[in-house]
């Protein structure tokens, strides 16, 4: 095995298994058992593929992760870890092979941590140092100066435990009394206001769910339950529905933690918590918290909704068709979170009636990439709906697997028309097989037009997979005095696709070329060629 491929061989498993270490840890609470699983298997991993190497060396160009010697890392998670270093600034990642475990938990907590938060911090490489990391920079630092520059971790200041949602924080004259080092009095309210009346009913609210928090049986349970109740639709009826919030958090956690109550009362917080949270004014405020919110309260309104089910699917569908871009990747994230709950929900819906509620789910489908979706795509492809076609169709090349893919051709055989949207949306696939088709395509006796072969091109340069070189490299040597005209697009297509995917190989072949005889060829080589100078300097 050459160095190159057990670089890749190493690579992908980690990349893969820090990037389900990341999206655990940004949706489960600290204790929740499938966060501490997720955690236990990713430090299992990466304790045995840095055993094969001295160190895992990565660097971030052009939105890729790239290798050692150039190649752009493949797998699952790759683009997923790519993101979360963008969004920090980071640009280089060296993780050295003696890493200890909690190092890598601090690396994980790092980059699930919100990325301005993480800035006024002074970014990960400061993050690192000031909790002791030795062996992880992303720098040129050696390791040896970085352990002698690596503090010991700081503690931060006592803070109120962020897991008790029966002591939220204190809002109106509370807010002010607390400021003041002293308990809110009768003279910050007065006498009978509707502030005071609130405040009271807060206090009261605390107060059963207090009662519910020490409560282990369930006739007791459901008794304390009926008067939370009462009081969280009473303020939502008065439009304080915020100020019920917190008793749907208490329900959730309940329904949710195993170690914390039986399967009865578990059972039983559910069922509460269904009848508490699904009422529209208190799930929109679910969902606004999901979406708007950072850290812990971000996570604990996506578990909510994970725990609330398919009920509430329908509702998140209606939210993502009209909300923002960050809304939309927010429940987007929500509905892969929920699994196999969502799934059935969202195969119902890219049959819809409506073109658009069947677009947007074919799109969510896609996102999801359950391979058990490929079916219900491949039948929207023969929809007349252009705008759908192509959602399926980009859905089927995200799933990639070997259906999903073989299914997208054998349409573009029977039904000429989508052969450009199955192109560009193979261009979106990151497997050998996408690769394949693409380089078939390419073949002087193919039946496709120069268009398609021109975006089949496109397509191979999109993927950066370095087994897309081979094909263009071919296109680019191509010389024949037939079809002249079309050879020499194809060429100067190749040309700009091999700068996009980089490396020795493509460096080589654009020289070579950037000397010929026609001075567009010529001009495609040497703009690929500056391209990829740009990009190793960045």
């Known amino acids: ?50 055993s094969k190497v001295e160190e895992l060396r990565l660097e971030l160009r052009g939105g890729s992760l790239l290798l050692p010697d150039g190649t752009p890392a493949s797998g699952p998670g790759i683009d997923d870890v790519a993101k979360a270093l963008r969004l920090r600034r980071v640009r280089r990642l060296r993780v050295h092979c003696d890493l200890e475990a909690q190092e890598l938990l601090v690396l994980i907590d790092a980059l699930a941590q919100n990325a301005e938060s993480l800035e006024q911090l002074g970014g990960l490489e400061q993050s690192l140092l000031r909790a002791g990391v030795r062996h992880i920079t992303t720098s040129e630092m050696e390791f040896a100066e970085l352990s002698n520059r690596a503090q010991l971790p700081v503690q931060p200041p006592p803070t109120d435990d962020p897991d008790d949602d029966t002591d939220p924080a204190p809002q109106g004259a509370h807010e002010v009394a607390r400021r003041a080092g002293r308990r809110a009095s009768p003279a910050d309210h007065p006498q009978g206001t509707p502030e005071k009346q609130r405040s009271e009913s807060i206090s009261e609210l605390i107060q059963l769910l207090t009662e519910l928090e020490k409560c282990d049986q369930g006739g007791e349970y459901q008794e304390l339950a009926t008067r939370i109740q009462e009081r969280v639709v009473a303020m939502t009826e008065a439009g304080n529905a915020a100020d019920g919030y917190r008793a749907v958090l208490v329900c959730c956690r309940h329904a949710t933690d195993p170690g914390a109550r039986t399967p009865e009362l578990r059972a039983e917080a559910e069922r509460w918590l269904h009848q508490l949270a699904e009422s529209p004014h208190m799930l929109d405020l679910v969902i606004d918290h999901a979406c708007s919110s950072t850290g ?178 071919h296109v680019l040597g191509r010389k024949t005095f037939l079809r002249r005209k079309r050879t020499r697009a194809l060429r100067i297509a190749a040309a700009r696709a091999l700068g996009r995917i980089g490396g020795d190989d493509a460096s080589m072949a654009l020289a070579e070329h950037a000397v010929g005889p026609d001075p567009a060829l010529r001009k495609a080589c040497h703009e690929s060629l500056e391209r990829m100078s740009r990009a190793e300097t960045r």
């Not at 820090?18 to 966060?35: E, K, N, W």
């Not at 359950?370 to 169709?393: G, M, V």
Request: net charge neutral; glycine share 4%; charged share 20%.
């Open 296 to 473: 812990l309260s971000s996570v604990q309104a996506t578990q909510t909704l994970i725990c609330l089910g398919s009920s509430v699917v329908p509702t998140l569908l209606a939210r993502y068709e009209n909300g923002s871009n960050i809304v939309q990747s927010q429940l987007t994230a929500v509905l892969i979170a929920m699994g196999e709950t969502a799934f059935p929900v969202m195969v119902r819906e890219v049959a819809s009636d409506s073109p658009e509620r069947a677009r947007q789910a074919a799109r969510l489908l896609g996102r999801m990439q359950n391979p058990r979706a490929t079916d219900a795509l491949l039948e929207r492809l023969q929809e007349p709906d252009n705008d759908l076609q192509q959602e399926a169709a980009r859905g089927l090349a995200r799933i990639g697997t070997e259906h999903a893919l073989q299914g997208l051709l054998q349409a573009a055989n029977k039904l000429p028309e989508l052969t450009s949207v199955v192109i560009a949306s193979l261009g979106e696939a990151r497997s050998p097989t996408a690769v394949q088709a693409l380089a078939q395509m390419l073949d002087t006796n193919s039946r496709y037009s120069e268009n398609e072969q021109r975006e089949a091109i496109r397509s191979l340069g999109r993927i950066r997979n370095p087994e897309a070189l081979a094909p263009l490299k």
């Open 1 to 50: 095995m050459t160095e190159a491929s057990l670089e890749q061989e190493t690579a992908s498993p980690l990349l893969l298994e820090l990037a389900r270490a990341l999206r655990a840890r940004q949706f489960y609470p600290p204790t929740h058992p499938t966060l501490k699983a997720t955690l236990e298997r990713t430090l299992a991993v990466w304790h045995e593929g840095l």
